[in-house]
Every structure is written in structure tokens, then in C-alpha cells.
């Protein structure tokens, strides 16, 4: 019996899985012999059909290496689409990653996803599960099928039908709700995603502090970087309140630069910055200022060291004893 072939090049190897709306093959082109494999997704549903045609549509549209390709498809009796096969892991496989790890996917999650935005396109469904590492640990933006085209008023979905993730969706999409789709909504999905990269968790709603937050679940204060900078500028639940998926990755690139050089404003049990294996401790040495000489000697209305002090407070690494000064205000 020979295997069960699509269109007029393409044939199954194997079924990798089934979804509510899809069945999803391997396949490779019979007809060019070089045994590349592909993904075949073939729709089950036909009153998806809409949805099947939107998720094409904005894969054609999106070219962009981090963003899934549409190699092939038919909308003939059984529907289906080909794209690239992609060898590494979904990200729901990865966490929890140290958080210059998690700094860098994230940092480059939000390309693609800035990229689809500036084409009117808004993914609405971002979670670990639809983005998968290339080759080269790219993260790739999967699953276009409930996205959003911002020219068309496109809402293909009924009242009251949940549209994502109910752990990663914006909460004025809950319950089917439509009504004003913005681009802020894929800024709340990768606050979380984030979050579930440094955790391996995920919370309700917006609870990312309290018993959730992220410097005491991690046992790092850094990442009070993280809440304060991007969760508290994307996982809020009004959407005037977010900051833009370019904005959260700027935001991420400087919380990356201030990790790796160890820096945090509070300091007490930050990383060392010498080492970068101790932590920082208080330093008691009982003075109420340190003297300031080359800022004595190069201001004329000083006549003494005495006439001038500067109030400070220091820490010490408890690994390597690299000793650090803040002025205090």
C-alpha cells in the first residue's frame, strides 16, 4: 500500500500530532529525491477554514527568518500548507534558563514578532508551545491561525470562543472578546513568556509579585530588573499601559548589560562584580564620609581635605573582598 501522498509532491512519512483544528505530518517532495523533510498541516475542521487561510496569508506576508514560511498549500477538499521543519526545541522545553539566557531568546523573540507588527499583523496566541529553536537557537514564531490583520478588521472568532492561551493571552481577549485588538496585546504574552523562561511557572492574571516575584523565586535581586522595567511595562491589564514589543526589547537589552556587568541599584546581594561568584555584604567601617582628594586639590575655594567630605557607604564581595562605594544622596 503506498504512503498517502498531498498534492503532487508531497509524501507522509509519519504523523507528529493532532490538535483540535489540525492534523500535523512529516513529509518530504517525492519528486526531488534529496530527502529534505518538511511539516504538513492539514486542517480538520472545515468550519476553521477561514482561520486556515488567515494562518497562510500571514506566513506568505512575514518574511522573516524567525518567522515560520509557507513552502506550499491548497485549499482543495482537504486543506493543508507545507512549511520548514525545525530540529531544536519548543521553548516549553527549555525553562527555566539563567537570565542572561532567557535575556537573549527573549531579546530575540521580540524581532519577529516587531517585524509582523510593522506589517500590520498581530500574532494574538505568543506562548512557549508556538515557538520552537532553528538550527542555530533562533527562536521561530509558529502558529499564525488566530492572528490579527490590522487593515481588515479580520475577527474570526465567535462570542464568548477563547481565542490563545489562557495563562499567556491579554486579558481584554478573554472570553471571546474582540472588541479593540491593539499590538500591546502580544506585549503582555511576552512578558510572560519571559517570566516562564527565568521560572519554568506561570501565574494568574497579572500576579507577578508577592509570592510570584521573580528576584526571591530565583534568589537573585537583579531581577527586580525584569519586574520593575518589563513586567510592569507589559503584564498589566490595561493596554495603554504597555510599552511596544521594540520598546520591551530595548528595555532588554540594557537589564542584559547591567546583569553581565553585575551592576543593581540596591547592591546588598548583588553578584560581584570582580569575581562574579560572591555576593555583596555590608562593609561597617564606622565613617560618616570619605575624603575626596583629587576633588579637593582641583577645587580652589577648598583650602583643606576637611572642608570637604563626601558621604558614602560601602559593600564588600564575601567571595573575593572587591570593595564598592555609593555616594548616599
Not at 525553562?95 to 507588527?117: G, N, R, S, T
Not at 492572528?147 to 495563562?167: A, H, I, K, P, W
Not at 521573580?214 to 490595561?238: E, G, H, M, T
Amino acid at each position: 500500500m503506498s504512503a498517502k501522498r498531498y498534492g503532487n509532491k508531497w509524501e507522509c512519512i509519519e504523523q507528529l500530532g493532532e490538535g483540535g483544528q489540525s492534523h500535523i505530518f512529516l513529509v518530504k517532495d517525492f519528486t526531488s529525491g534529496n530527502g529534505e523533510v518538511y511539516v504538513l498541516k492539514r486542517l480538520k475542521n472545515l468550519n476553521r477554514i477561514e482561520r486556515f487561510e488567515q494562518e497562510i496569508k500571514a506566513g506568505m506576508e512575514l518574511n522573516h527568518l524567525q518567522i515560520a514560511p509557507i513552502l506550499d498549500f491548497s485549499l482543495d477538499e482537504k486543506p493543508y500548507f507545507i512549511t520548514k521543519r525545525y530540529s531544536g526545541s519548543l521553548l516549553t522545553n527549555l525553562a527555566p534558563l539563567q537570565p542572561l539566557q532567557a535575556l537573549e531568546i527573549f531579546i530575540k523573540i521580540c524581532d519577529p514578532v516587531a517585524f509582523a507588527h510593522s506589517k500590520g499583523i498581530v500574532h494574538r496566541d505568543l506562548k512557549p508551545d508556538n515557538i520552537i529553536l532553528d538550527e542555530k537557537d533562533n527562536p521561530v514564531i509558529l502558529d499564525f491561525g488566530i492572528c490579527y490583520f490590522t487593515d481588515e478588521n479580520n475577527r474570526l472568532t465567535e462570542t464568548m470562543e477563547q481565542v490563545g492561551s489562557r495563562f499567556y493571552i491579554a486579558p481584554e481577549l478573554e472570553d471571546g472578546r474582540s472588541i479593540s485588538i491593539t499590538y500591546s496585546v502580544d506585549s503582555y504574552s511576552l512578558g510572560k513568556i519571559l517570566y516562564f523562561l527565568l521560572t519554568g511557572k506561570i501565574f494568574a492574571r497579572e500576579n507577578y509579585d508577592g509570592a510570584n516575584d521573580l528576584s526571591a523565586l530565583c534568589k537573585n535581586p537583579q531581577l527586580d530588573y525584569i519586574s520593575q522595567r518589563i513586567l510592569a511595562k507589559s503584564v498589566v491589564n490595561k493596554p495603554d499601559q504597555r510599552i511596544s514589543v521594540e520598546a520591551l526589547k530595548q528595555e532588554a537589552i540594557t537589564i542584559r548589560r547591567l546583569l553581565y556587568e553585575h551592576f543593581y541599584p540596591n547592591k546588598i546581594g548583588s553578584q560581584c562584580r570582580f569575581c562574579g561568584e560572591g555576593v555583596y555584604q555590608p562593609l561597617n567601617l564606622n565613617l560618616d564620609g570619605l575624603q575626596v582628594w583629587n576633588y579637593v586639590q582641583s577645587n580652589a575655594t577648598i583650602r583643606s581635605p576637611n572642608d570637604f567630605r563626601l558621604r558614602c557607604e560601602a559593600i564588600a564581595c564575601s567571595t573575593c573582598g572587591n570593595i564598592q562605594w555609593f555616594k548616599i544622596d
